[in-house]
């Protein structure tokens, strides 16, 4: 209706959420359309649907899995990271997820190096 009688303001690019739980509205910013990619791209390679476990090259439950976690010592919090920035301590931030779950969204002082190529 916004678009069709002019009034107010549009969602292009964003996305509206509302969560029913807490009454409250979030807005999200999209991503732009990636010409290279293989499903929306300018030109798709996938126009069907895939088996899922196949293309992400892991089961659809990957996330059950039982992950080694380091001990309580060796992690940090989220407030004690943000002390070391605003400390401005000399620190490496590691990033171990996938490459394009880092690009969705990452620190901007993150270094992004895949588990899996840690584990080589």
Excluded: W
Aim: charged share 30%; glycine share 6%.
């Amino acid at each position: 209706l916004k678009l069709a009688t002019g009034i107010g303001e549009t969602y292009s690019s964003r996305l509206l959420m509302f969560d029913g739980i807490t009454g409250s509205f979030r807005v999200i910013k999209l991503r732009s359309r990636d010409p290279t990619c293989v499903i929306c791209g300018d030109t798709p390679i996938i126009t069907k649907l895939i088996d899922y476990e196949i293309f992400c090259g892991s089961s659809a439950d990957d996330k059950e899995r039982k992950e080694t976690l380091l001990s309580k010592e060796d992690r940090i919090s989220c407030q004690e990271y943000k002390s070391v920035l605003d400390e401005g301590k000399h620190h490496l931030l590691l990033d171990v997820r996938e490459p394009v779950e880092y690009e969705i969204c990452h620190l901007h002082n993150s270094h992004n190096i895949p588990l899996t190529k840690l584990q080589k």
